[in-house]
């Protein structure tokens, strides 16, 4: 029997949050940018704001893996495994630090199909963060669970990445580096920390790098080498990154933006995504 989730489409939440300049700072610290420390009324970099609006759960309603469980904003879907598969980000308007902002949510899509993996769950949820009454930032993210992995089942693997990239640079992802991540976005998945868990539970070879994290680098990389606001983003995952190898952030101009993309140690393909310049 199909499960029907059709009735959590359109469900909402709303939140409310301070902009802290000193979570800002400790981001600046976390990705070692040498820069000007950001202050009171500087805009918020290009997908900072996920280092705010919390998703704070209480202790005894975590899931194994550490996420929050789900049936409250989420829908229940019947698959343990959850990942970030992308994102679609425009940026109207600068997001002040040092302020209040809301940011309000609401699910567009559920779907359960099958694929050549396996039975696949897909949910997009859309969000709207804004500062004193501007629309700052306009994003749509994608979901996606599935199922425990089979017995000695490999991670997948990403085809071949480009060979020359006009930009690149290499980070060696430390545990330090995950798990400063994962205290500025309050992110309790133990796939970015817990070593164990990834070799024994999700038959990892290591550490998972964040997502959104590979996500941040992509675009810092664009801003430092473009020198241009950002005005939209968007990225897809392709395939995990281990703490075990370092991996390279890569990009190419384009006329109005940059084509960027994560390789892996053997240059396979892990993220691709592009900017557009405002």
Not at 17 to 29: G, H, I, N
Not at 102 to 128: N, P, Q
């Given at each position: 029997?199909?499960?029907?989730?059709?009735?959590?489409?359109g469900?909402?939440?709303?939140q409310?949050?301070?902009?802290?300049?000193?979570?800002?700072?400790a981001m600046q610290?976390?990705l070692?940018?040498?820069?000007r420390p950001?202050?009171?009324?500087?805009a918020?970099p290009p997908?900072?704001?996920w280092?705010?609006?919390?998703?704070i759960?209480p202790?005894?309603?975590?899931?194994y893996?550490?996420?929050?469980?789900?049936?409250?904003?989420?829908p229940?879907?019947?698959?343990?495994?959850?990942?970030?598969?992308?994102?679609?980000?425009?940026?109207?308007?600068?997001l002040p630090?040092?302020?209040?902002?809301?940011?309000a949510s609401?699910i567009?899509?559920?779907?359960?199909?099958?694929?050549?993996s396996g039975?696949?769950?897909?949910?997009?949820?859309?969000?709207?963060v804004a500062?004193?009454?501007v629309?700052?930032v306009?994003?749509e993210?994608?979901?996606?669970?599935?199922?425990?992995?089979a017995?000695?089942?490999?991670?997948?693997q990403g085809?071949?990445?480009?060979?020359?990239?006009?930009w690149r640079?290499?980070?060696e992802p430390?545990?330090?580096l995950?798990?400063?991540y994962?205290?500025?976005t309050?992110?309790?998945?133990?796939?970015?920390?817990?070593?164990?868990?990834?070799?024994?539970?999700?038959?990892?070879?290591?550490?998972?790098?964040?997502?959104?994290?590979?996500?941040t680098?992509?675009?810092?990389?664009a801003?430092?080498?473009?020198?241009?606001?950002?005005l939209q983003?968007?990225?897809r995952?392709?395939?995990p990154?281990?703490?075990t190898?370092?991996?390279?952030?890569?990009?190419?101009?384009?006329?109005?933006g940059a084509r960027?993309?994560i390789a892996?140690?053997?240059?396979?393909?892990?993220?691709?995504?592009a900017?557009?310049?405002?």
């Amino acid at each position: 029997m199909t499960e029907d989730f059709s009735s959590w489409i359109g469900r909402e939440r709303r939140q409310v949050d301070v902009l802290e300049v000193s979570r800002a700072r400790a981001m600046q610290a976390t990705l070692d940018d040498e820069g000007r420390p950001l202050k009171a009324g500087d805009a918020l970099p290009p997908l900072w704001h996920w280092l705010y609006f919390w998703e704070i759960a209480p202790a005894g309603r975590l899931g194994y893996d550490g996420h929050p469980e789900r049936g409250d904003f989420l829908p229940p879907l019947p698959l343990q495994r959850r990942m970030w598969a992308g994102s679609r980000v425009s940026f109207p308007a600068p997001l002040p630090l040092g302020g209040a902002a809301r940011k309000a949510s609401k699910i567009l899509k559920v779907e359960m199909k099958e694929g050549r993996s396996g039975r696949l769950g897909f949910v997009t949820v859309a969000h709207e963060v804004a500062a004193e009454g501007v629309v700052a930032v306009v994003e749509e993210h994608d979901i996606v669970y599935r199922a425990p992995p089979a017995p000695g089942e490999k991670p997948r693997q990403g085809d071949p990445a480009p060979v020359e990239a006009r930009w690149r640079q290499v980070i060696e992802p430390t545990p330090t580096l995950l798990f400063r991540y994962s205290a500025l976005t309050f992110n309790g998945h133990r796939i970015h920390y817990d070593l164990d868990f990834c070799r024994d539970s999700e038959g990892y070879p290591g550490l998972v790098v964040h997502g959104p994290l590979l996500a941040t680098l992509m675009v810092e990389l664009a801003r430092r080498e473009g020198r241009r606001p950002v005005l939209q983003f968007e990225f897809r995952a392709l395939a995990p990154v281990f703490h075990t190898r370092p991996f390279s952030v890569c990009g190419e101009p384009l006329p109005n933006g940059a084509r960027l993309w994560i390789a892996d140690a053997d240059n396979r393909l892990c993220m691709q995504g592009a900017v557009e310049w405002a």
